[in-house]
Nanobody, 124 residues
Framework: QVQLVESGGGLVQAGGSLRLSCAVSGRTFSTLSMAWVRQAPGKEREFLAV????????AYAYSVKGRFTIYRHNAKATLYLQMNNLKPEDAAVYYCAASRAAVVDIATAEYEYWGQGTQVTVSS
């Protein structure tokens, strides 16, 4: 069974940085395409960044492009999201998600596996 466990969330001031981690177990991590997704109260789920396992392709939502970076360490079976220049509107619960699909895009919404989420709060 594939398990995803996020960590690294917390409280940060606007303009600050955080790095989220997602530890993956139960399947060969290098054959999973991955995504970071967030959801704020009263708002729809937003796919922020994705990475395809087959070709390393990455894509970002417009709202985070240039501020957030998705990357992975296959040997550690861990996905990361480096978040810089955080804004109050970035506050949300952040989830990582995994798919067996070889290639994903920012519009891909179907992921087989999900973590429990980590809270990010940004003070103004």
């Amino acid at each position: 069974q594939v398990q995803l466990v996020e960590s690294g969330g917390g409280l940060v001031q606007a303009g600050g940085s955080l790095r989220l981690s997602c530890a993956v177990s139960g399947r060969t991590f290098s054959t999973l395409s991955m995504a970071w997704v967030r959801q704020a109260p009263g708002k729809e789920r937003e796919f922020l960044a994705v990475m395809s396992w087959a070709n390393g392709y990455t894509a970002y939502a417009y709202s985070v492009k240039g501020r957030f970076t998705i990357y992975r360490h296959n040997a550690k079976a861990t996905l990361y999201l480096q978040m810089n220049n955080l804004k109050p509107e970035d506050a949300a619960v952040y989830y990582c998600a995994a798919s067996r699909a070889a290639v994903v895009d920012i519009a891909t919404a179907e992921y087989e596996y999900w973590g429990q989420g980590t809270q990010v709060t940004v003070s103004s």
